[in-house]
């Protein structure tokens, strides 16, 4: 079993299906020179490439190798040039890493806690581009502040 993604010319996924693994050309009709070719043609989609299921954030969740980046989503773009998919970006002043993570162009605040130590409060933040654009210093706004109830051991919104 394998999976691939249908692209448009823009090389947009428009959706992934599940297919013949690619190493099984027994079956593959003469026709065509690849399950790639064969899945575009039968679906209708000018353009298909095989994604894999167990790669995300250009990381294999197992022991194997990542395979073009990022498991395929729709909406998520194919670079042809480097031959990996990548996620929509989130915003427009967001940069991908190596690992083709989308970073924010100034890190989360440290008070965020997201380590979840008990003894300090957790802090929820959300990125404006507005705020980002009107003093070109911070784009991260606090949503909510959460503390830890050691009674219910539980966080609860302060």
Not at 39 to 59: E, F, L, M
Not at 121 to 147: C, F, H, I, Q
């Amino acid at each position: 079993m394998a999976h691939y993604a249908l692209l448009n010319n823009a090389n947009i996924v428009q959706k992934v299906i599940v297919g013949i693994d690619e190493t099984d050309t027994d079956t593959l009709p003469n026709e065509f020179s690849s399950w790639e070719d064969f899945y575009a043609d039968q679906q209708g989609y000018p353009k298909c490439k095989r994604t894999s299921y167990n790669t995300n954030n250009n990381a294999h969740s197992g022991d194997g190798t990542p395979f073009r980046g990022n498991y395929a989503g729709v909406g998520y773009t194919y670079d042809e040039d480097n031959d990996v998919f990548l996620k929509p970006q989130p915003y427009g002043s967001w940069v991908l890493d190596s690992n083709l993570i989308w970073k924010p162009p100034i890190e989360l605040p440290s008070d965020a806690n997201l380590d979840r130590d008990t003894s300090l409060p957790m802090k929820s933040y959300t990125w404006s581009e507005d705020v980002y654009k009107a003093d070109n210093t911070k784009g991260w706004v606090l949503t909510r502040t959460y503390t830890y109830n050691s009674e219910t051991e539980d966080w609860e919104q302060s």
